[in-house]
T-cell receptor, first 117, second 113 residues
Framework: EPEVTQTPSHQVTQMGQEVILRCVPISNHLYFYWYRQILGQKVEFLVSFYNNEISEKSEIFDDQFSVERPDGSNFTLKIRSTKLEDSAMYFC???????????????FGPGTRLTVL | KNQVEQSPQSLIILEGKNCTLQCNYTVSPFSNLRWYKQDTGRGPVSLTI?????NTKSNGRYTATLDADTKQSSLHITASQLSDSASYIC????????????FGKGTTLSVSS
């Protein structure tokens, strides 16, 4: 069964460093998402991406964040200068439909745990 | 403000017993409501998806209900198994927001033998 994969599973970095989190969405999906979950808190939407551009982003997704689909398979989230409060689990998801009114199912990856020291 | 509240925060039941988890939301207008299961350290996995016109949806031992008038949903788990131990998250899609899903904080279910 196809699944979303993410690497690395755990990333430890120093405050101020740049990190890139990688995701390989399901191959025939066209819409890609990043979410984060701070320990003990709810999952929060960061950004959605379609046709090589951002479709929607939340208040959390500020200038320190960027997303890219550098080739036909990978989807990346870059944090330019990490802060302590960026420590969280980051989930990538993908779907075949963009509009949730069409009941698309978003398939989530296993997540990358980012720890900022 | 669009919010999704879940109760209880945590629940412990014996294997084989049934349980019901609750979700209240203030998202309006509303497109659909989903229940996800999230195992510790893993990504959420969809259990059910319901639009505003659907009252109930089953997936094996999981049955979700939706009352769009009172903005309440429940997830009923029948004959619980040890593998049901996980966080169960209620997720709402706001009509106007498109792709952004709004997550509840989840109910942590522990099934013991």
């Amino acid at each position: 069964e196809p699944e979303v994969t993410q690497t690395p599973s755990h990333q430890v970095t120093q405050m101020g460093q740049e990190v890139i989190l990688r995701c390989v969405p399901i191959s025939n999906h066209l819409y890609f998402y990043w979410y984060r979950q701070i320990l003990g808190q709810k999952v929060e939407f960061l950004v959605s991406f379609y046709n090589n551009e951002i479709s929607e982003k939340s208040e959390i997704f500020d200038d320190q964040f960027s997303v890219e689909r550098p080739d036909g398979s990978n989807f990346t989230l870059k944090i330019r200068s990490t802060k302590l409060e960026d420590s969280a689990m980051y989930f990538c998801a993908s779907s075949t439909q963009r509009d949730s009114r069409l009941r698309d199912e978003q398939f989530f990856g296993p997540g990358t745990r980012l720890t900022v020291l | 403000k669009n919010q999704v509240e879940q109760s209880p925060q945590s629940l412990i039941i014996l294997e084989g017993k049934n349980c019901t988890l609750q979700c209240n939301y203030t998202v309006s207008p509303f497109s659909n409501l989903r229940w996800y299961k999230q195992d510790t350290g893993r990504g959420p996995v969809s259990l059910t998806i319901m639009t505003f016109s659907e009252n109930t949806k089953s997936n094996g031992r999981y049955t979700a209900t939706l009352d769009a008038d009172t903005k309440q949903s429940s997830l009923h788990i029948t004959a619980s198994q040890l593998s049901d131990s996980a966080s169960y998250i209620c997720v709402v899609s706001p009509h106007q927001a498109g792709t952004a899903l709004i997550f509840g904080k989840g109910t942590t279910l522990s099934v013991s033998s």
